[in-house]
């Protein structure tokens, strides 16, 4: 599913317009995103959780010419589905 077949089917479900449910999903993604930005965790009960994992700086090997290099450390969103979200998808 790409984002406007999303955006259609929440218009569908919601009982809105693809014009509101795109407005709605933008403004979803973007308090999503503001809020990992700020280190928060979002937990939507039954849905998930999104929050940010931070990657500490490693050694790492290029696989070309074998020679060592250093990662840096970062952060990277991550999303943990909560049971009721599980459960629905294994029915």
């Known amino acids: ?3 406007a077949q999303l955006v259609a089917a929440m218009a569908d479900k919601a009982e809105m ?3 509101e449910a795109e407005k709605a999903l933008a ?3 973007e308090a999503v995103t ?3 930005k700020k280190g928060e965790k979002i937990q939507l009960v ?3 959780t999104f929050e940010v ?3 500490p700086a490693r050694t790492g090997i290029n696989p070309q010419t ?3 290099i250093e990662i840096k450390a970062s952060k990277n969103p991550k999303f943990k589905p909560g049971k009721a ?3 629905a998808v294994n029915e």
Do not use: C, H, S
């Open 1 to 3: 599913m790409n984002k």
């Open 66 to 68: 074998k020679a060592t």
């Open 53 to 55: 994992a931070n990657r």
């Open 85 to 87: 979200l599980k459960d």
């Open 27 to 29: 403004a979803f993604e």
């Open 17 to 19: 317009t693809k014009k």
């Open 46 to 48: 039954g849905f998930g």
């Open 34 to 36: 503001d809020a990992l």
